[in-house]
């Protein structure tokens, strides 16, 4: 079964997604699992590297989170000055029911409030982004835990605690939880000692990721129609589709997205600058009989191939959920993995399953 059959079955059949809530809030009255002593540190911080160190900082665990780059929030980038409501240059629809919100706060002192709007079989923000949501519930309690252009270089977990090594040195924790884009490990750019187990090494290396490409034009009139898709054969090459972005969002402008993944992307990620812009724009006048380069305003573009500590877009929706599961899994009780290529369910690389994976680590780590 493919991630995107799975997100239909259960949309078909009215069931959220699954995402584990066996870890106790501060709030809660019922057991809570007695929380690690040691230090964690995490690599990265994206969904599942935030999600895991707030979940840390409500059970009282010490933790730092290590960035390599200058700014939080990996894929879920957003831009808030090309129109009147943030643009996300990445992670853009909830794929499943709003009560993930609550599960990913944790706490049922705290009123989550966010609005969406239908965008079938998914829904989207209104006037608000998965960055949006995490700079306001998230980011707020773990701020100052958060070390910027920290690049990690190499993890020794050989000894009885864990050396993590950065260009700017080297740090000591108990245990480490990865969340880095699977790119990254893929590349080798981050080196174990010892090296990760055989089958890890299997999953990482056998696992598709697509390249990722975004962009965003605003017109002065609206011609096109709420979404066009395009069929990729095969399906498992990728996906291509132009939308809609300013619907459900308060706003009067016209701005049409195009969202593509896998061997389709090349074509743009392949182009810059002004020859970018005549590419697109010059699909769109095939597309809507030569309505586009008249009614053009501006744009911006998102490759994310390009982006260092990023190098790509995400996994294939069509890989093997058993891979998957695998790239999950810990390694010798030290080494934890949360993030959108780490779960053990039958659905992956969406935010809230980033977040449900961050606290599958801590459980574990607790445990």
Same mark, same amino acid.
């Given at each position: 079964?493919? %991630?995107?059959?799975?997100?239909?079955?259960?949309?078909?059949?009215?069931?959220?997604?699954?995402?584990?809530?066996?870890?106790?809030?501060?709030?809660?009255?019922?057991?809570?699992?007695?929380?690690?002593?040691?230090?964690?540190?995490?690599?990265?911080?994206?969904?599942?590297?935030?999600?895991?160190?707030?979940?840390?900082?409500?059970?009282? *665990?010490?933790?730092?989170?290590?960035?390599?780059?200058?700014?939080?929030?990996?894929?879920?980038?957003?831009?808030?000055?090309?129109?009147?409501?943030?643009?996300?240059?990445?992670?853009?629809?909830?794929?499943?029911?709003?009560?993930?919100?609550?599960?990913?706060?944790?706490?049922?002192?705290?009123?989550?409030?966010?609005?969406?709007?239908?965008?079938?079989?998914?829904?989207?923000?209104?006037?608000?982004?998965?960055?949006?949501?995490?700079?306001?519930?998230?980011?707020?309690?773990?701020?100052?835990?958060?070390?910027?252009?920290?690049?990690?270089?190499?993890?020794? =977990?050989? +000894?009885?605690?864990?050396?993590?090594?950065?260009?700017?040195?080297? %740090?000591?924790?108990?245990?480490?939880?990865?969340?880095?884009?699977?790119?990254?490990?893929?590349?080798?750019?981050?080196?174990?000692?010892?090296?990760?187990?055989?089958?890890?090494?299997?999953?990482?290396?056998?696992?598709?990721?697509?390249?990722?490409?975004?962009?965003?034009?605003?017109?002065?009139?609206?011609? =096109?129609?709420?979404?066009?898709?395009?069929?990729?054969?095969?399906?498992?090459?990728?996906?291509?589709?132009?939308?809609?972005?300013?619907?459900?969002?308060?706003?009067?402008?016209?701005?049409? +997205?195009?969202?593509?993944?896998?061997?389709?992307?090349?074509?743009?990620?392949?182009?810059?600058?002004?020859?970018?812009?005549?590419?697109?724009?010059?699909?769109?006048?095939?597309?809507?009989?030569?309505?586009?380069?008249?009614?053009?305003?501006?744009?911006?573009?998102?490759?994310?191939?390009?982006?260092?500590?990023?190098?790509?877009?995400?996994?294939?929706?069509?890989?093997?959920? %058993? *891979?998957?599961?695998?790239?999950?899994?810990?390694?010798?009780?030290?080494?934890?993995?949360?993030?959108?290529? =780490? *779960?053990?369910?039958?659905?992956?690389?969406?935010?809230?399953?980033?977040?449900?994976?961050?606290?599958?680590?801590?459980?574990?780590?607790?445990?």
């Amino acid at each position: 079964m493919t %991630r995107k059959e799975f997100i239909k079955i259960c949309g078909v059949l009215g069931i959220s997604l699954p995402f584990s809530t066996s870890l106790s809030s501060c709030s809660s009255d019922d057991e809570v699992q007695p929380a690690f002593n040691g230090k964690v540190i995490i690599i990265g911080a994206g969904a599942g590297g935030l999600a895991a160190g707030y979940l840390l900082q409500q059970q009282g *665990t010490d933790f730092e989170i290590l960035e390599a780059s200058s700014s939080y929030g990996g894929r879920m980038k957003i831009n808030t000055d090309f129109a009147d409501f943030p643009i996300p240059l990445g992670a853009e629809w909830l794929e499943g029911s709003t009560s993930v919100f609550q599960d990913i706060v944790n706490d049922s002192s705290i009123e989550v409030n966010v609005e969406t709007v239908s965008d079938e079989p998914d829904l989207k923000f209104v006037n608000y982004s998965w960055f949006s949501f995490f700079e306001e519930y998230i980011v707020p309690s773990i701020s100052d835990k958060i070390v910027y252009n920290s690049i990690v270089q190499s993890i020794d =977990y050989s +000894g009885e605690q864990i050396a993590v090594n950065t260009q700017n040195g080297q %740090r000591i924790a108990d245990k480490v939880i990865v969340s880095v884009p699977l790119k990254i490990l893929q590349d080798r750019d981050i080196s174990f000692q010892p090296a990760l187990p055989t089958n890890k090494l299997e999953a990482i290396d056998g696992t598709t990721i697509w390249e990722g490409f975004k962009a965003f034009f605003e017109f002065s009139e609206k011609f =096109y129609n709420d979404e066009h898709e395009f069929t990729i054969s095969p399906p498992t090459d990728g996906e291509k589709i132009y939308y809609n972005a300013a619907m459900g969002q308060n706003t009067s402008k016209n701005i049409l +997205g195009l969202f593509v993944v896998g061997k389709p992307a090349r074509d743009f990620t392949s182009l810059s600058d002004d020859a970018l812009k005549d590419f697109i724009l010059s699909e769109l006048d095939q597309i809507y009989s030569n309505q586009a380069t008249p009614s053009y305003v501006k744009h911006i573009t998102q490759n994310w191939d390009e982006e260092p500590f990023i190098k790509a877009g995400y996994i294939s929706d069509h890989a093997d959920w %058993r *891979t998957v599961r695998t790239l999950g899994e810990s390694v010798a009780n030290k080494v934890y993995f949360a993030g959108g290529a =780490y *779960t053990n369910e039958d659905e992956w690389v969406s935010v809230h399953i980033a977040a449900q994976s961050a606290k599958v680590a801590i459980e574990a780590i607790n445990s």
